[in-house]
C-alpha cells in the first residue's frame, strides 16, 4: 500500500476562484479525515466521512467548504469563492474506526490565495 | 471546545541531552497520539496510547499517559539532529470519533550537533 494521497501538492489561486483537492486514502481504512493546519498551529479538524457517509460536517469553516466521498472510496474537498484566510495546508487522513490505531496522513496540498 | 495545550512551544538543546516535552487537557481523553511532522510534510503517528497510566517505549522515545488520561509526555534520551521536528499531540475525546482528533499547536524541537 502506498498510503495516503493527495493531489496537488501545491495549489496556487486568484481570490474569488474555486479549487478543489483529491484524496485517496489506504484502501482498507474506512475512515476519511480532513484537516487545515496553518502556519504555527496544530491541524484543525474540518469533517470526516465513514465510508462514503459524512458523519460530521459542523466542522467545516464556512458554506463555502464542501466535501464529498462519492463510493466511499476518494474524496474531494472544494472550496468556492476563495478567500486569503484559505491560505493554508489541507490535510486529508484514513484510518480504521476504532481509538487504538492512529491516522495516516498524506501530504497535504498547500494552497496559497492571492 | 475541548482545548489540548503543549509546552514548550519552542525547545532547542544540544545533541546527547534528554527532553521533556508535555500535553495538558482539562478534558479526559478516550486515547491519545503522538506525531511528528517535518517541513512540508503530514503528520506521521508515533504512537497510540489508551490506558491510564500506559508507558511505551519507541527507542530512545518515551511516552506516558496520565492516570487521568488527562495529560501525557514525550520523553526523548540522547537526543540527536535526526530528531528535529514538530512534535504534536492528538486527543480523541470521544470514542466513537465524532468530533476527529484535537491537536496541541506543537512543540518545535531542534536539535543542534
Known amino acids: 500500500d502506498t498510503g495516503v494521497s493527495q493531489d496537488p501538492r501545491h495549489k496556487i489561486t486568484k481570490r474569488g476562484q474555486n479549487v478543489t483537492f483529491r484524496c485517496d486514502p489506504i484502501?482498507?481504512?474506512?475512515?476519511l479525515y480532513w484537516y487545515r493546519q496553518t502556519l504555527g498551529q496544530g491541524p484543525e479538524f474540518l469533517t470526516y466521512?465513514?465510508?462514503?457517509?459524512?458523519?460530521?460536517k459542523s466542522r467545516l469553516l464556512s458554506d463555502r467548504f464542501s466535501a464529498e466521498r462519492p463510493k466511499g472510496s476518494f474524496s474531494t474537498l472544494e472550496i468556492q469563492r476563495t478567500e486569503q484566510g484559505d491560505s493554508a495546508m489541507y490535510l486529508c487522513?484514513?484510518?480504521?474506526?476504532?481509538?487504538?490505531?492512529?491516522?495516516?496522513f498524506g501530504s497535504g496540498t498547500r494552497l496559497t490565495v492571492v | 471546545t475541548q482545548l489540548l495545550e503543549q509546552s514548550p512551544q519552542f525547545l532547542s538543546i544540544q545533541e546527547g541531552e534528554n527532553l521533556t516535552v508535555y500535553c495538558n487537557s482539562s478534558?479526559?481523553?478516550?486515547?491519545l497520539q503522538w506525531y511528528r511532522q517535518e517541513p512540508g510534510e503530514g503528520p506521521v503517528l508515533l504512537v497510540t496510547?489508551?490506558?491510564?497510566?500506559e508507558v511505551k517505549k519507541l527507542k530512545r522515545l518515551t511516552f506516558q499517559f496520565g492516570d487521568a488520561r488527562k495529560d501525557s509526555s514525550l520523553h526523548i534520551t540522547a537526543a540527536q539532529p535526526g530528531d528535529t521536528g514538530l512534535y504534536l499531540c492528538?486527543?480523541?475525546?470521544?470514542?466513537?470519533?465524532?468530533?476527529?482528533?484535537?491537536f496541541g499547536k506543537g512543540t518545535h524541537l531542534i536539535i543542534q550537533p
Open positions: 487522513a484514513s484510518s480504521f474506526p476504532d481509538r487504538f490505531y492512529g491516522y495516516t
Open positions: 484502501s482498507e481504512h474506512n475512515r
Open positions: 466521512f465513514q465510508n462514503e457517509a459524512q458523519l460530521e
Open positions: 478534558s479526559v481523553f478516550s486515547s
Open positions: 496510547v489508551v490506558t491510564g497510566g
Open positions: 492528538a486527543g480523541a475525546f470521544s470514542g466513537g470519533g465524532a468530533d476527529g482528533l484535537t
